[in-house]
């Protein structure tokens, strides 16, 4: 501990010691605070959906929710809004992008090995091309689509909204996932080649692995934003088909608005993305293929 | 042959010794297909859903934004075809004194939001570079689980928190003394203060709620840059003396120029075409004051009466004005080793 009385080397060191220390303090300081305004609004639609009315429609400020309760989350499963229960919704949710997940991460590979792999006419103008459809707004693609949708015969089909959402999501994803491929190693392929291998199994048992890490992630961000989606769904569904973000529109009604099941909703909506974001969160990161063939 | 039509990407390092014969670099097994026509086959499915679900109706919108298209042209039974009307959606359009609100909307939003979020997110980064590695890791996991959060969720939430009766933020402003929330903003009771009825609350809320959201992934995405730069030079800055602020403009900011140009363009996309956010904010496309081009667009289109012919002009302009914008990144990433 810092003493005023030692003398002067010994006080010059601790003053030293004493800066350092109360800068630490300072860093860790305003990262908890940068930490708690950042978990603040989860906590608070977490914590309002395990509270009873009473302690919701208060004017008083109740941290925790100390009369915790089932009660908003039991009714949202059961009664639930827009005629269905909630499940519904979550399953629509749920199938709409894990099927956006199993069309897209095909579409994507293929396409980012042959723009990854090989040089052909045409492959710089497709990649301007994919750079340039991003920026399109989807308002821009609702109301052809809404049109061609209601053309078909496909409105109020999941599979129409998964097509579209797998339209919506591969630009980005043949783009994000053409690094992970360009990142593997040439050499290792043409290994296997010399090793007898055809094409296909160098590409399954020597590519693929390595890229596996890239199309985690590449189908993260295509589950997330399918998950997300609100204004196709909006558009192209009844009732029946909503999913999760149109479902949590219709809570708003004219008398008053029953916040214990909104919370309740959206925190179904929300758990899961979040858990499944930070679990892979780290391979994400640490994943590619250091060192693969340099040893 | 084969070599020719292989991009060499990372192949130089280990390929086969010289003395070898070239054909081994070729897999054994021909696939019986013209190997030059590979990619071609590889890019089918792809090209097909980009052709169809985003280049057609792209420029079907275009067509549309000429035409008239209302509940006689979308009904089921016996709809009529759609009539050309020339430049009229778009006059109409420039007329309405909504667009010029969505306009000014937009792009005052953008401009706050996209400032906003970089400031506090490169903050917030270099901040996480300082922590110690648990503590680091914690406020990571916590402030990527605010971003993780859907947007219509986050709308839902700050509904919640900026309500009129039962509100957090109302209960807190409650708190401040009377007199100074007298002087600050005329009045000392705040209780059943609507925040979501009026346009200038509504985007205060709506540019809280987007950098709440969005600022952690500038932060993580400085803090990996800020990894790779060598200590070495910050030390040299020490020993010179120099403050951190001149250490920050001096050395980092040059160094993570190139990240911070793509996240500069990222947060423009984005925060232009912010939707879901300002749907849920205000239930739905009610205050026309607060709309922005793409509620505007929304509204226009599928709010009875609908028009289609004028929800596509303005969908058109919004996309003119991002492609505009974005012109520039395009080019930086075509002059760049990207698409080589």
């Known amino acids: 501990m810092t003493t005023l009385t030692t003398p002067g080397v010994k006080r010059g060191r601790d003053a030293a010691r004493t800066r350092k220390r109360l800068r630490k303090i300072a860093l860790n300081g305003t990262a908890t605070l940068v930490f708690l305004i950042a978990m603040f609004p989860v906590y608070w639609m977490v914590s309002t959906a395990f509270k009873t009315n009473d302690q919701i429609f208060t004017t008083e400020f109740i941290p925790f929710p100390t009369s915790f309760t089932f009660e908003h989350l039991d009714r949202v499963l059961t009664e639930g809004v827009a005629g269905n229960s909630i499940w519904l919704y979550l399953r629509n949710s749920a199938i709409v992008a894990l099927g956006t997940v199993a069309l897209g991460a095909i579409f994507s590979l293929l396409a980012a090995t042959a723009v990854a792999r090989f040089k052909f006419k045409g492959r710089t103008s497709f990649l301007i091309t994919l750079l340039v459809v991003q920026m399109i707004p989807a308002e821009a693609l609702l109301i052809p689509l809404f049109l061609s949708v209601k053309r078909l015969g496909l409105i109020d089909q999941l599979l129409g909204l998964i097509v579209i959402n797998v339209g919506l999501t591969l630009p980005f994803g043949i783009w994000m996932l053409r690094t992970f491929v360009a990142a593997v190693p040439k050499s290792l392929e043409e290994a296997a080649w010399i090793d007898g291998a055809s094409r296909m199994t160098a590409f399954w048992k020597v590519l693929f692995p390595l890229v596996a890490p890239g199309l985690v992630a590449t189908s993260i961000f295509s589950f997330i934003t399918a998950w997300n989606e609100l204004i196709f769904a909006l558009v192209l569904m009844s009732p029946d088909g909503y999913t999760m973000p149109v479902a949590l529109q219709f809570f708003f009604g004219q008398r008053g608005t029953d916040w214990g099941a909104i919370m309740a909703s959206s925190t179904l909506m929300t758990i899961p993305v979040v858990v499944f974001f930070l679990l892979v969160q780290r391979r994400m990161v640490s994943g590619l293929v250091a060192g693969a063939v340099k040893g | ?340």
């Open chain 2, 1 to 340: 042959m084969t070599d020719t039509s292989i991009a060499r990407r990372g192949g130089g390092s280990a390929s086969a010794p010289s003395g070898r014969p070239r054909r081994s670099h070729r897999p054994q097994k021909a696939s019986g297909l013209n190997p030059k026509l590979i990619p071609y086959v590889l890019l089918i499915p792809g090209l097909a859903v980009i052709a169809a679900l985003l280049l057609y109706p792209m420029i079907q919108v275009f067509v549309i934004s000429f035409q008239k298209v209302g509940i006689p042209q979308i009904r089921d039974v016996n709809p009529k075809p759609a009539d050309w009307v020339g430049w009229e959606n778009y006059t109409k359009v420039f007329e309405n004194d909504i667009f010029w609100s969505s306009l000014r909307n937009t792009v005052s939003f953008a401009v706050i939001a996209v400032t906003l979020t970089l400031a506090v997110g490169t903050a917030v980064g270099v901040l996480l570079n300082q922590l110690s590695k648990r503590m680091s890791t914690l406020v990571i996991v916590g402030i990527m689980s605010a971003w993780a959060v859907p947007p219509v969720a986050q709308g839902v939430i700050w509904r919640w928190l900026f309500d009129a009766e039962a509100g957090i933020i109302n209960w807190a402003l409650n708190l401040l003394p009377d007199f100074l929330s007298n002087a600050l903003f005329g009045r000392a009771d705040w209780t059943g203060e609507p925040w979501t009825n009026e346009a200038f609350t509504i985007y205060l809320i709506l540019i809280l709620m987007v950098l709440w959201s969005s600022f952690p992934f500038v932060a993580v995405s400085v803090l990996a840059g800020l990894k790779g730069i060598p200590t070495e030079l910050y030390e040299a800055a020490r020993v010179d003396g120099s403050s951190p602020w001149r250490t920050f403009w001096q050395i980092t900011f040059p160094l993570l120029k190139p990240v911070f140009a793509v996240l500069t363009i990222l947060s423009i996309i984005w925060d232009f075409k912010v939707f879901s956010q300002l749907y849920t904010l205000m239930n739905g496309p009610t205050v026309r004051e607060a709309f922005n081009l793409s509620v505007f667009s929304f509204s226009e289109a599928f709010k009875a009466p609908p028009k289609m012919g004028s929800g596509a002009a303005i969908a058109v302009i919004l996309t003119i004005i991002l492609l505009i914008v974005t012109a520039f990144y395009v080019r930086q990433m075509l002059k760049s080793e990207e698409l080589r």
